[in-house]
């Protein structure tokens, strides 16, 4: 009866071990196979993020180039303003024709004496010499006119020694008058030549 009771005590004992032996190995079990299934998709979770922050790098490298060129635009469109802001503010003067008359008075000698010296301080510039008549004559005529008085003008600054290559003509005859008078004294003003000063 003794041994009975010692192999049966013997069995439980086996049994219980084994069932909590076999409990144990089925934890590990799902354990590892949830740690391959983590590692399985965990690399597919990653990848679209290294790709994501890849694009967001480049998208945010793209707006930086964009705001630094931006505002390098800014800074030099500033720079030519004040340049010519700078340039406006110089003395220049226009010059004045006799009626029907493209050459050069002796007075308008002077001033453009004066605004050569203007003109060569500032190398860099671009000159518009512009013809003017006064409203006399067809349209036609005045635009000639207005051209051959722009045309002196420029001649006489290159012989003074402003580059010609820095310097352009245009006539708008009879357009843009000084003065809208319909008298002597407003026809004298409005032929004339004008000089325009750009920064390049």
């Excluded at 349209?139 to 722009?150: K, S, T």
Aim: charged share 30%; hydrophobic share 40%; proline share 2%.
């Amino acid at each position: 009866m003794k041994k009975h009771l010692t192999l049966i005590g013997l069995l439980m004992v086996f049994v219980f071990s084994l069932a909590l032996f076999s409990g144990c190995a089925e934890k590990k079990a799902v354990v590892k196979d949830e740690a391959i299934q983590e590692q399985k998709v965990a690399p597919t979770q990653t990848a679209p993020v290294a790709v994501t922050d890849d694009e967001a790098a480049r998208r945010a490298k793209e707006q930086a180039d964009r705001e630094a060129a931006l505002k390098e635009q800014a800074a030099k469109d500033a720079a030519a303003r004040r340049n010519l802001a700078a340039l406006n503010d110089l003395n220049l003067q226009n010059i004045y024709f006799d009626y029907n008359k493209s050459s050069i008075r002796p007075e308008a000698r002077e001033i453009l004496k004066a605004n050569t010296e203007i003109f060569t301080k500032n190398s860099a510039a671009t000159i518009v010499v512009e013809g003017y008549c006064d409203e006399r004559g067809t349209a036609e005529y005045n635009m000639a006119l207005g051209e051959r008085r722009a045309q002196e003008a420029k001649k006489y600054l290159a012989n003074l020694g402003v580059k010609s290559s820095q310097m352009k003509t245009v006539s708008f005859g009879e357009e843009r008058p000084l003065d809208p008078g319909n008298n002597e004294e407003a026809w004298a003003k409005n032929r004339r030549a004008h000089f325009v000063v750009n920064s390049k």
